[in-house]
């Protein structure tokens, strides 16, 4: 099927640990994006992509690692999983009239 | 980017049509106005943009006034299904958007 897709749809992992939320498009959209959602907070950019191998931070990068070797895979690396990173993760990609977005990953860092 | 002011929040009646103010009076000439709404637990979605004039799609319709300082969003007949939280967002493209807090529209039956 056609669009956007994050995996997993939920994870629990524990302070400390390493943790790759995973997002793949089925188009060959150039940007690609990584938003949090918190309560209180609304949604923040984390990382961005404007084609494969290239990427630059959005407003909340601190603590993450993105890459992109294909044009259709960004995945999101939580280097060192802390408790202020819990939050609900969305991938996205953009054809610069409108954006797509996945269903989102909710991770919980206990 | 524009700033833009929004409701927190509004209630419509079903089959009733919903109308979505929102305010960009710092807008610049080449920015558009786009909308994106968030459906609880889900990714956000594109509705609809527009630059000046008026423009309707199968979702909505958004209303430019002239001077571009503010826009409306209709939802011509709205469901339950249209629960949400509405985005506007002002930008010169569509890469980079940033969502502020939104206005939470409650569709009662």
């Known amino acids: 099927d056609a669009g956007i897709t994050q995996s997993p749809r939920y994870k629990i992992t524990e302070t400390g640990r390493q943790v790759t939320l995973m997002c793949h498009q089925t188009?060959?959209?150039?940007?690609m994006f990584w938003y949090r959602q918190d309560l209180g907070h609304g949604l923040r950019l984390i990382y961005y992509s404007a084609a494969a191998d290239i990427t630059d931070k959005g407003e909340v990068p601190d603590g993450y690692v993105v890459s992109r070797s294909k044009t259709e895979n960004f995945p999101l690396t939580l280097e060192s999983a802390t408790r202020s990173q819990t939050s609900v993760y969305f991938c996205?990609?953009?054809?610069?009239?409108?954006?797509?977005f996945g269903q989102g990953t909710r991770l919980t860092v206990v | 980017d524009a700033k833009t002011t929004q409701p927190t929040s509004m209630d419509c009646a079903e089959g009733r049509a919903a109308n979505l103010p929102c305010n960009h009076s710092?807008?610049?000439?080449?920015?558009?106005v786009y909308w994106y709404r968030q459906i609880h637990s889900q990714g956000p979605q594109y509705i609809i943009h527009?630059?000046?004039n008026n423009e309707t799609n199968e979702m909505a319709s958004l209303i430019i006034t002239e001077d571009r300082k503010s826009s409306t969003l209709i939802l011509p007949h709205a469901t339950l299904r249209d629960t949400a939280v509405y985005y506007c967002i002002v930008r010169v493209n569509d890469y980079k958007l940033s969502f502020g807090a939104g206005t939470t529209v409650t569709v009662r039956a």
């Open positions: 527009g630059l000046k």
């Open positions: 996205a990609s953009n054809t610069g009239t409108e954006a797509f």
């Open positions: 710092t807008i610049s000439g080449n920015e558009y």
């Open positions: 188009w060959s959209h150039s940007y």
